[in-house]
Every structure is written in C-alpha cells, then in structure tokens.
C-alpha cells in the first residue's frame, strides 16, 4: 500500500542531498580549529575569541538558509515540510542544540575570562581527548538522529576516533578539530557538485 | 465472485475514486498528504515525470478541487507552490481506506 511515511523521509533526504548541511557543520568545526589555534598565541584575550564562537554558532541558521535559497531551491524547487508531521521538532532540537553549543562557548569565553580556578574544568581540561571524542560523538548522534541523515553518524564515529587517538599519537588537538572539519567540508563540496549535476538548472517559467 | 462459504461477494471498484487512482496523480497527491507545500518543479524532480505530463495532472487533480495553487514569495522571488485541500486531504483518506480494505479482502 502506500507508504506515506516512506515518500516523506524520501522528500526529505533529497532536501538535504546538497551536502550544505555538511559544508556549514565543517566549517564551524574548522573555525573551532582555527580559534583553537588563536588561542595559543592570544593568551588572556582568548575568551574573547570564544566568545565570537559562540555568536559565530548562533549566525549559522541564517547561513544555511540563505545557501539553500541560493542553490538547492533552484535547481530541486521549493518544499515545505509538514510541520504537524514532527519535523518541526527537528528545527526545535536544532536550535536547541546550537543554543547549547554557543552556551558551552560562552561559558568557556567566561571561565578564561574570569581567570577562575574550578576544578571540573582543570578535568576536562586534562583529559581533553576523551571529553572532545565523546562531545562530538554524541552531538553527530543528536544531529544524525533529528534530521536521518546517517552520514551525519559516520561523522561521528569518525570524530570519536580521530579525537581518542590523540590519546596516542602526540598530535595538537586544533589539527584533530581541523582534519575533521575539513574532511566534512569536502564531502559537503563533493555531495553540492554531485547534486548541481543530478538537478541542472531549468527555466522557473513554466512555474509562473 | 464467491468464497468457499456460498455466499456471493463483489468486489465493488465502482466507487474508487479515478481522480486518485492514475498512479501519477497518486503519487502527486500523497507527496502533497506529507508535504505543506511544494512547487511543481519539486513533484516533477521526485516523480520523474516530464513537464507536460505533470502539469496535465495537476489541472485533473486542480479541476476536481483536490490541489490548490498559492502564489507566494520566497526572498522577494514569485513562488508557485501547491498545496492539497482539505477536500484533497479526505478523498485522499477515503480512497487509501478503500483500497485498504479491498486489498484485505482478497484471499491470500
């Protein structure tokens, strides 16, 4: 019979077939990197540098739509999702899980910032590897399962692996952040051009 | 046509409703069940159907009162989008219960 369910996770996926989703999650991830990086030679002015993190997170839902304006609407024409189907919890959990990203930056722009000794932090701050392997992994987990993309699960694997072996191999853990992000940039960049070829441009006219 | 038990059952097709039943309008008409809203290139992409093919559906399903045609903009950009009614949505019901049913009635 039909199987409604199935023709909306199909909608779905192909909405997000264009790989933005992807090149915007690297690049957050590339720019956590470079303030990462920033970090080491900024020194007590660092948690200004977290501090725009924290606003650079909460900008990203207006990037993301105006790239999906820009090339998906185009070229596989325009949709709205049912919002009484449950995928208006998807944009919720999503806001929710930047808020709470762009809180934890702020609140570490704060911690640097007030130069204060808390202990929890000295923690994880020690055990960096496995308090960024299991954040990203969970996060990914979060993400792939509001929106079904399972892609968004291999991120996540991938990141736990990648941020744990840094248990073992002496690697600066803004390279470990900047691998991960780049390798989801280009996936992204790879999923748009595949896309701009399977949905060529057509004239808007027949539309009107 | 009859069951093993004597009595005599039809199978009443008479009634399904052919606005719905071409496979292409089906289709059209269960993305448009799950979607708020789409634009006719979007149904043309998911359905793999050619522009002609498509916008003759879409004036059968729009003379039967099941489509309706909202023009909106998007960005500042005129957006033709299609959207089933609240007739569309109950004749869409009606019609998967029907054959629900006539598909629960044959014999396995």
């Known amino acids: 019979m039909i199987n409604t369910k199935e023709i909306e996770r199909r909608a779905y996926l192909t909405y997000h077939k264009d790989g933005i989703i992807d090149i915007y999650l690297g690049l957050l991830?590339?720019?956590?990197?470079?303030?990462?990086?920033?970090?080491?030679?900024?020194?007590?002015?660092?948690?200004?540098?977290?501090?725009?993190?924290?606003?650079?997170?909460?900008?990203?839902?207006?990037?993301?739509?105006?790239s999906k304006k820009r090339y998906t609407f185009p070229r596989l024409g325009y949709v709205k999702f049912s919002e009484k189907k449950g995928r208006s919890r998807n944009s919720i959990m999503m806001l929710l899980g930047l808020g709470t990203l762009s809180a934890l930056m702020g609140l570490w722009a704060f911690f640097l910032g007030s130069k204060g000794d808390v202990l929890w932090v000295e923690t994880i701050i020690t055990h960096w590897h496995?308090?960024?392997?299991?954040?990203?992994?969970?996060l990914f987990l979060l993400f792939g399962y509001i929106t079904d993309l399972k892609r968004l699960y291999y991120y996540g694997l991938g990141s736990f692996v990648l941020f744990a072996s840094g248990n073992f191999v002496p690697v600066m853990g803004f390279w470990l952040v900047l691998a991960l992000g780049g390798a989801m940039m280009t996936t992204g960049l790879i999923l748009l051009q595949r896309f701009k070829r399977e949905y060529p441009l057509e004239s808007r006219a027949r539309d009107e | 046509?009859?069951?093993?038990?004597?009595?005599?059952?039809?199978?009443?097709?008479?009634?399904?409703?052919?606005?719905?039943?071409?496979?292409?309008?089906?289709?059209?008409?269960?993305?448009?069940?799950?979607?708020?809203?789409?634009?006719?290139?979007?149904?043309?992409n998911q359905m793999g159907l050619t522009w002609g093919n498509l916008s003759s559906h879409l004036a059968r399903l729009e003379d039967a009162g099941y489509v309706e045609v909202i023009k909106e903009f998007v960005d500042r950009k005129p957006v033709t989008s299609l959207r089933l009614t609240q007739r569309g949505r109950e004749a869409f019901r009606s019609y998967r219960d029907q054959m629900k049913g006539i598909l629960d009635d044959l014999p396995p």
């Open chain 1, 29 to 66: 991830i590339v720019m956590l990197s470079i303030v990462m990086l920033s970090t080491l030679f900024v020194g007590t002015e660092a948690f200004m540098m977290w501090g725009g993190m924290a606003g650079t997170f909460a900008l990203f839902p207006i990037f993301y739509r105006e």
């Open chain 2, 1 to 44: 046509m009859s069951d093993p038990e004597g009595s005599t059952r039809d199978l009443d097709v008479s009634e399904i409703d052919k606005v719905i039943h071409e496979p292409a309008r089906l289709g059209i008409v269960a993305h448009l069940y799950v979607l708020d809203s789409a634009d006719a290139l979007f149904l043309k």
């Open chain 1, 130 to 138: 496995w308090f960024l392997a299991s954040l990203f992994l969970g």
